[in-house]
């Protein structure tokens, strides 16, 4: 782990729990970083980058959360990198409580972690326009506002949070979607990168993404027809996020049942908009029903 790895020309990555993306601008070794990790990874990214001569000049975020933004601090100090996210997420780095609010609803409970989400950065974090040349970017919806993806000039592809490694999905059973018509049609774009080297925050780097693209969309049709299935009767959101978490038997903390009523939430909202589920007002509370 936190070893750099070469992949194609100039284009690295470094194995991680997020894995992140490297991408050398020039001869004297200047890097771009493509996200760097929690605050306990970014010392060993930095190290790894250090004992390979290489400098991070650009350090630019997939997306605001926590573990790809939180190595932020120490990397930024000892570099004074030019640091570079997409236009909604520059505005959750602004202020940790942004992110809480959303995923709650309102304002949040004490009980609920300040530093689940994401950095709280006071210094400049510049718009994409300022990418430099080599790599484009391009939009990846459904995880969260605003993620992007890195493509290098050597056909490599970094999508961040668009899906999770089979092993994650078969312990976490339902990963944090924001918006699902688009997380959907992100899955459908990685899907048509298959047979190019892709590399996922969440899963090893494989240059055939196809089969862990699909496992990812069917977990998705599964946890649908598993709220279809509840919806037979009306509920409720909280009641279907009663039931999501009995159904997997998952431990509920604060934070897990935040980032899961969020997501159940979304995932209502896109069955509804579909029209797989109605939704109306029953004794004052906002309910659903399968279509008969
Ligand atoms: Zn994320
Ligand atoms: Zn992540």
């Known amino acids: 782990m936190y070893e750099l790895h070469h992949l194609k020309g100039n284009t690295y990555y470094i194995d991680g729990p ?7 601008l020039n001869e004297n070794k200047d890097v771009l970083l ?29 997306h605001c959360h926590a573990d790809h933004s939180m190595g932020c601090h120490y990397i930024y100090e000892r570099t004074h990198c030019k640091m570079i996210a997409s236009k909604v997420e520059r505005g959750f780095f602004r202020d940790a409580t942004l992110d809480r609010g959303f995923l709650y609803g309102g304002y949040p409970l004490d009980e609920y972690d300040s530093k689940l989400m994401h950095v709280d ?18 939009h990846l919806p459904g995880h969260h506002f ?11 592809y970094f999508v961040a949070d668009t899906l999770g490694s089979i092993d994650l ?4 059973h339902i990963l944090l979607i924001y918006d699902v018509k688009g997380y959907l049609e992100s899955l459908d774009f990685v899907k048509s990168l298959d047979g190019k080297i892709v590399v996922p925050s969440h899963n090893e780097v494989t240059d055939h993404i196809a089969p862990i693209v ?7 049709y599964d946890i649908i027809d598993i709220l ?60 659903f029903k399968a279509e008969a």
């Open 228 to 287: 279809k299935d509840f919806l037979k009767e009306e509920h409720n959101c909280v009641e279907c996020t009663s039931y999501i978490f009995d159904y997997f038997e998952l431990k509920i903390t604060y934070n897990k049942y935040l980032i899961i009523l969020s997501t159940i939430r979304s995932y209502l909202s896109y069955m509804s908009n579909a029209k797989m589920i109605k939704n109306y007002f029953k004794d004052n509370r906002l309910v």
């Open 34 to 62: 493509f996200d760097c990790g929690t605050a306990e990874d970014g010392p060993k990214i930095y190290n790894a980058l250090e004992k390979n001569g290489m400098h991070v000049t650009h350090l630019v975020f997939s």
């Open 214 to 220: 699909d496992f990812n969309k069917s977990n998705i």
């Open 18 to 24: 997020t894995n992140c993306g490297v991408y050398v």
């Open 121 to 138: 950065s006071n210094d400049e974090i510049y718009s994409l326009k300022e990418l430099p040349e080599g790599v484009e970017f391009f």
């Open 146 to 156: 605003g993620m992007i993806g890195l493509r290098t000039s050597d056909d490599v």
């Open 169 to 172: 999905i078969e312990r976490a």
